[in-house]
């Protein structure tokens, strides 16, 4: 299908959106049309002007996310959006009409025009920040600061960083340097080692070589890295801890290999190694505002900086897709509406 169809044919108001017709590859999303929503009781309808993804909505898509209940078909993907209160439901104070938000929509409906969300779930964007930058520093900038806060980085600790030149990867780096520490940001590819040393990394290397944690090894003269943060997994994620500093920590949020990486307690006792699980991210959600406030401030004294590294209009929400998770994405993906 290209395009979307045109409502007033059929004498119905809509909007826009992408739909996820069955699980698959990122062809299954295509544009279509729903009915206008309405702000029912606590509610708010928000003008999407951006949508966020994530890794994790991808998997959803494929049907394969281990962490998530299965949507029902055919679903409209996206649970972060940021634009404008347009109307607002019953009990819901009408001052925010007109008022520039990041809004959860749950677990999906982001892809699309305007979309419903519970006044709750609204976040205000300060003046003078962009909406693209707001909604990377909301959702990956209050994860990166989650985690950083939770493994204790400190001044000349050394970071190793999985998937730096992602999202999250790429404010990990730089809150890791903000504190003080030495970086290894750990990529596939010149562009993105190249991005990480605009960054600020001490050093960087290249996880497709069979020889990298020998490099992480020598970047940190033999000690390895006190902090790893590992959002791959798979074989990244086990080669990663064996080279984690005894006494270090082993942090994990993610798993863009497939497969979490799992370490055995006995194991990680052997080594001295504190390992903070991936259900570390369980525990996140009533702090995300308190870090993305954090985030919002660090990057208006310029610690920070989110990395947009590719936008795509709406229809072409297949294409962004697909761009993430054949890892050719750099930093933060997002539709502009």
């Given at each position: ?34 009915p ?26 494929r ?11 055919p ?7 940021a634009?404008r209160?347009?109307?607002v439901g ?11 938000v ?21 976040f ?38 999985e ?10 780096v730089q ?18 080692l ?5 960054l ?55 798993a ?9 307690s ?8 504190e ?32 990395v947009?590294g ?23 993906t997002?539709?502009?509406?």
């Open positions: 299908m290209l395009g979307f169809p045109v409502s007033e044919r059929l004498g119905v108001v809509g909007v826009r959106v992408v739909q996820a017709l069955r699980f698959g590859d990122p062809e299954v999303l295509v544009p279509g049309e729903a206008d929503p309405v702000a029912g009781a606590g509610q708010v309808v928000v003008d999407v002007a951006v949508a966020g993804m994530t890794f994790v909505e991808t998997q959803i898509r049907g394969v996310d281990k962490w998530h209940a299965r949507p029902s078909l679903y409209v993907p996206g649970g972060l959006v634009g209160v347009s109307s019953a009990r819901v104070d009408p001052a925010w009409i007109g008022r520039r990041i809004a959860g929509t749950g677990e999906t409906g982001g892809f699309a025009e305007r979309a419903v969300a519970k006044v709750e779930e609204l205000p964007v300060p003046d003078g920040l962009g909406l693209p930058e707001a909604i990377a520093l909301h959702s990956d900038g209050s994860t990166a600061q989650g985690l950083t806060e939770r493994a204790g980085i400190g001044p000349g600790d050394w970071v190793l960083v998937a730096a030149a992602g999202g999250v990867g790429s404010l990990l809150l890791a340097r903000s504190v003080g520490a030495r970086v290894v940001g750990a990529a596939r590819g010149t562009r993105k190249d991005l990480l040393r605009e600020g990394a001490d050093a960087v290397v290249d996880y497709s070589e069979p020889t990298w944690t020998r490099r992480v090894l020598e970047a940190t003269d033999g000690a390895g890295p006190d902090v790893v943060f590992d959002g791959v997994g798979g074989q990244i994620g086990r080669a990663a801890f064996e080279v984690t500093a005894r006494g270090g920590r082993f942090s994990v949020h993610g863009s290999s497939g497969e979490v990486t799992l370490i055995d006995a194991e990680a006792r052997s080594k001295g190694v390992v903070i699980g991936i259900e570390q991210l369980f525990d996140f959600g009533p702090n995300v505002a308190r870090w993305a406030e954090q985030m919002m401030s660090k990057a208006a004294a310029g610690l920070v900086r989110p947009i590719q936008t795509f209009p709406l229809e072409r929400a297949a294409e962004a897709h697909a761009a993430i998770e054949n890892r050719t994405a750099v930093g933060k997002l539709l502009l509406v």
